[in-house]
C-alpha cells in the first residue's frame, strides 16, 4: 500500500435518519428533504473508530462539522502526530 504510507486513517461523514422535536425539525432537514442527522467519524487502518462526533444537524456541511472538531480542544479529535499532516481530498 505505497500510497497510503505514513497514513493513520480516514475520517468521512454521513447521514442517520433522526426523529427530532417539531421546533427543531427544520435544521435537520439535509438535502434529500429527509430529517436526518449529520455524523463525523474517524478511523484506523485496523478499522476501528478512533474519533465520532454525532449529533449535528442534517443541514450542516461536513467542512463546518470538521471545522468545529479540529479547531476546539475540547472535542478531543486525535490530530497526526508533530511533523505529519492531514491530506484532505
Known sequence: MPYF???I???DG?????RISPEKK???I?????TTQNVM???????????????WEG?????RIYKKATREPCWN????????FKKIT
Do not use: Q, W
Not at 474517524?42 to 474519533?51: A, Y
Open 5 to 7: 504510507k505514513d497514513c
Open 9 to 11: 486513517g480516514a475520517i
Open 14 to 18: 454521513t447521514h442517520v435518519d433522526a
Open 26 to 28: 427544520v435544521r435537520y
Open 30 to 34: 439535509g438535502r434529500h428533504g429527509v
Open 41 to 55: 467519524a474517524v478511523c484506523d487502518f485496523n478499522m476501528c473508530f478512533t474519533f465520532v462526533m454525532a449529533g
Open 59 to 63: 443541514s450542516a456541511h461536513d467542512s
Open 77 to 84: 479529535f486525535p490530530h497526526p502526530p508533530a511533523g505529519n
